[in-house]
């Protein structure tokens, strides 16, 4: 055959023409052997399994169960005739129009998606058959690789080889995914609609069909407008494909869908906000979306402190009246390495899934000035700096005049120290200090800390008027913490697959500095301040309403708006930050609401170091401790009533003593003495007058 081929390609003249066809004959060849090879190996290889494990597990740090999500069998499987046969057609038409026609690859629709991809220049149309998807699902992950691709196929002709299509229907509709844990059309009919699949009507039908191609963006309970329009849209496929009349398809349109309520769906979940945010990972690792995962059979290992988070939800529920309607976000992390430890994103889950940790972002308040005070620590200042707090109009570059004001409308009207700025939360001193140093600073600080927001630079921006999420602000204030080194929040430490392969382990890395370590820890000092009653002054420390609560040192700062209670706060072991507030962006008034975030930190940061040795802020080379008079700024004597050991960069301490301060008695007995002195002048002033007289 070969012999005969080249003595016909001699007999070609045109050397084109026959290198051509020499090219074509060779292409054919190659086809036709990958096939054979292909097929041989399919068949050799036998018929794959309909169905797989497909749990995927989440563990907390010490490995306990906290989660899970199930795969395809651990639902229902029904035949095709126990389903309705307007769901069968509904998901035919909608994703698989050629199933009877193909053998897996629907060669047509490759071409066609092919085509419209390249005149987009982008991935529009997808191509892949019902018997792809049960692949993909059943077998594969959902990595976007050509490798991916071309398992997928060969998964597909052994599928088509060994089963047929009624084999290949089944099992794709018992094991698609329609979001909130349910696999198979009966599991979906029975959460969604509380019924068996043979008992759908066309409008349930489609409804359900909708949903598949996005899970949670198209949940009726989630997104009822997308789902909805989706359906509507499979209806109007059904009426061109001649499966249903159009008098059919507009009933079906309007037909009022009775969904089964599940107002305690996520009662008893355990740390479902925390779970959200993993998925969320995980998504970004694997590269894959929510529901390959949850169908995927992966084990999950996390960061959750399963103590630590009981502790979270205790004290916010003891916290937060149950008839109040106030909100809260609050999170834990190591400051060392940004793990995770606790989350609650709301008061229900069952009721809101919006996690306020991750997703919400608030006006900080004064929680956002350490920023600040950093940057000027970084350009001078000392805690020893003292500006005059009093009511100021500033006069901006644009003419304008800006007027802030302090809590309450209290001032000292007279200098005082940063500690004293900083534990008492003055406003003046602290837009003071942004006007000094410049706004575009604080900016470029509040970057330096891991906060990538586009803040205005705008003198208020001192007072925290830009907008962040608890879970930032944690982050933040940890590497004040850790010493001034930057880490980023995670919650997953090692996925694996079913049988233990491991996927992914977090790699232990040694975090770099990005603060100044002198500053950082002079800061974290300054911070402690809040809870310190020798910093007393015009009004009192801001911590003070929970001083009595703390059984150690900790570093922290408040932050209040109208609408907006912060409290954020730190040991060397763990960093909290809470936030509460209305979803509504309401003002807080009620007093125990107004109190709320501060209450949280302060019961959840007992709880959770009562069992934790005693460790205090390591003191980096560079820094010395000296006993200061908070008002003047001093050194401190014996006559001052507050003295506060405050500490200093190496040769920026203050070198004079306070002379605000002296000692009374002694300064009574001098003056009687002058007067004594004086009168003993005049007398001798007199006679001697006297005696020039005479």
């Not at 698609?176 to 008992?199: L, M, N, T």
């Not at 109007?236 to 869908?257: C, D, F, H, P, W």
Request: hydrophobic share 35%; glycine share 6%.
């Amino acid at each position: 055959m070969i012999s005969f081929i080249k003595k016909q390609l001699v007999k070609i003249e045109n050397k084109l023409l026959r290198r051509t066809i020499l090219s074509i004959l060779l292409t054919g060849c190659a086809v036709v052997l990958t096939a054979v090879t292909v097929y041989s190996a399919a068949l050799l290889l036998g018929p794959p399994p309909l169905s797989k494990g497909g749990n995927t597990i989440y563990y907390s740090a010490d490995e306990k169960v906290i989660g899970e999500e199930h795969g395809p069998e651990s639902r229902y499987w029904v035949t095709l005739d126990e389903m309705s046969p307007m769901l069968i057609k509904a998901a035919l038409t909608t994703e698989d129009k050629r199933f009877y026609s193909h053998h897996g690859l629907d060669v047509k629709r490759i071409l066609s998606a092919a085509w419209h991809d390249l005149q987009a220049m982008s991935k529009v149309q997808g191509a892949s058959t019902i018997t792809q998807q049960l692949a993909r699902n059943l077998y594969l992950t959902h990595e976007k690789t050509w490798t991916r691709k071309l398992k997928e196929a060969f998964y597909a002709i052994r599928l088509e080889m060994f089963y047929d299509k009624k084999e290949i229907l089944e099992g794709y509709l018992n094991t698609i995914y329609y979001g909130h844990g349910a696999y198979g059309v009966e599991a979906a009919s029975r959460y969604f609609f509380d019924k068996p699949a043979s008992q759908l009507d066309l409008s349930e039908a489609a409804l359900l069909t909708a949903i598949p191609k996005g899970p949670s963006y198209y949940s009726p309970y989630r997104h009822w407008d997308n789902a909805k329009n989706r359906q509507e849209q499979i209806l109007a496929s059904l009426e061109q494909a001649g499966v249903i009349s159009e008098n059919e398809k507009y009933l079906a349109a309007r037909q009022a869908v009775q969904l089964t309520e599940h107002a305690k769906e996520a009662e008893n979940k355990t740390a479902p906000y925390f779970l959200d945010t993993v998925l969320s990972e995980l998504q970004d690792i694997l590269d894959m979306d929510a529901e390959a995962i949850r169908s995927g059979g992966y084990q999950v290992y996390t960061t959750l402190d399963l103590k630590q988070q009981h502790q979270l939800e205790e004290t916010v529920n003891k916290s937060i009246s149950s008839s109040s309607e106030l909100q809260v976000g609050a999170v834990a992390q190591n400051p060392d390495n940004g793990a995770v430890t606790a989350m609650v994103g709301g008061r229900d889950y069952a009721d809101s899934q919006y996690n306020r940790v991750t997703q919400a972002k608030r006006m900080p308040g004064s929680s956002f000035k350490p920023f600040l005070y950093y940057a000027a620590l970084e350009n001078g200042y000392t805690p020893a700096t003292t500006l005059l707090s009093k009511p100021t109009s500033f006069e901006l570059e644009d003419g304008t005049v800006y007027q802030p004001s302090n809590y309450n409308g209290y001032y000292a009207n007279e200098p005082i120290t940063l500690a004293q700025a900083l534990a008492l939360s003055d406003n003046i001193y602290a837009v003071k200090t942004n006007l000094f140093l410049g706004p575009k600073e604080l900016v470029e600080t509040a970057k330096k800390f891991g906060i990538e927001e586009d803040f205005a630079a705008v003198p208020s921006l001192a007072l925290g008027t830009g907008a962040v999420t608890v879970n930032e602000m944690a982050a933040a204030y940890g590497m004040l913490a850790n010493g001034g080194k930057s880490v980023e929040p995670f919650t997953i430490e090692k996925i694996t697959d079913s049988h233990g392969k491991v996927l992914y382990e977090r790699e232990e890395q040694e975090p770099s500095h990005v603060l100044d370590p002198v500053n950082a820890f002079i800061l974290t000092d300054l911070m402690t301040g809040m809870f310190d009653e020798s910093l007393n002054g015009y009004m009192r420390v801001t911590g003070a309403s929970i001083a009595d609560e703390l059984t150690r040192s900790y570093a922290g700062k408040s932050g209040t708006t109208k609408t907006d209670n912060w409290m954020v706060g730190f040991s060397p072991d763990l960093v909290t930050s809470v936030w509460t507030g209305f979803d509504e962006n309401k003002p807080v008034e009620n007093t125990d609401d107004l109190q709320a975030a501060k209450e949280i930190w302060a019961g959840f940061m007992e709880k959770t170091h009562a069992d934790l040795p005693f460790h205090a802020f390591p003191v980096p080379d560079g820094v010395v401790g000296a006993y200061v008079d908070p008002v003047s700024g001093e050194l401190a004597t014996p006559y001052c009533e507050q003295h506060r050991l405050m500490y200093f960069a190496k040769g920026t301490e203050p070198t004079s003593y306070c002379s605000l301060h002296h000692d009374e008695e002694q300064e009574k007995q001098e003056q009687i003495r002058e007067e004594e002195d004086e009168e003993q002048d005049n007398g001798w002033k007199r006679w001697f007058k006297w005696l020039s007289r005479n």
